[in-house]
């Protein structure tokens, strides 16, 4: 009976080996695909982070009001970035301060 016990034991101390080797070749496997493929995909993080700065390039708005002499700060793009006191400035005129603008920005 003891010797009986003895051997069930250690068959089942057996089966908890393998399956914690088996458990270990696995995540050694997994391990490995993990940095294999880690890899390859170094490339798209970089694909990532040109999006922001693409971002960056179209959102340069200037600091004020684009009239000229005028230093208030403008009330966003949907006022033709242009200030409480400019924004009923005809279309042209706006027009004129933003092509001034670009070519400010442009020069410096
Ligand atoms: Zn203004």
Same mark, same amino acid.
């Given at each position: 009976?003891?010797?009986?016990?003895?051997?069930?034991?250690?068959?089942?101390?057996?089966?908890?080996?393998?399956?914690?080797?088996?458990?270990?070749?696995?995540?050694?496997?997994?391990?490995? #695909?993990?940095? %294999?493929?880690?890899?390859?995909?170094?490339?798209?993080? @970089? *694909?990532?982070?040109? !999006?922001?700065?693409? =971002?960056?390039?179209?959102?340069?708005?200037?600091?004020?009001?684009?009239?000229?002499?005028?230093?208030?700060?403008?009330?966003?793009?949907?006022?033709? #970035?242009?200030? %409480?006191?400019?924004?009923?400035?005809?279309?042209?005129? @706006? *027009?004129?301060?933003? !092509?001034?603008?670009? =070519?400010?920005?442009?020069?410096?």
């Amino acid at each position: 009976m003891s010797l009986d016990k003895t051997i069930r034991d250690r068959a089942t101390q057996f089966g908890l080996d393998i399956a914690t080797l088996v458990r270990q070749s696995i995540a050694d496997e997994v391990m490995r #695909l993990v940095g %294999a493929r880690s890899t390859p995909t170094t490339t798209a993080p @970089k *694909r990532a982070t040109t !999006a922001p700065t693409r =971002k960056g390039r179209k959102l340069h708005l200037p600091p004020h009001c684009i009239a000229p002499n005028c230093k208030k700060p403008h009330r966003g793009l949907r006022f033709s #970035l242009c200030c %409480a006191d400019h924004s009923s400035a005809p279309k042209s005129a @706006k *027009r004129k301060w933003l !092509a001034a603008w670009h =070519k400010q920005k442009a020069s410096s």
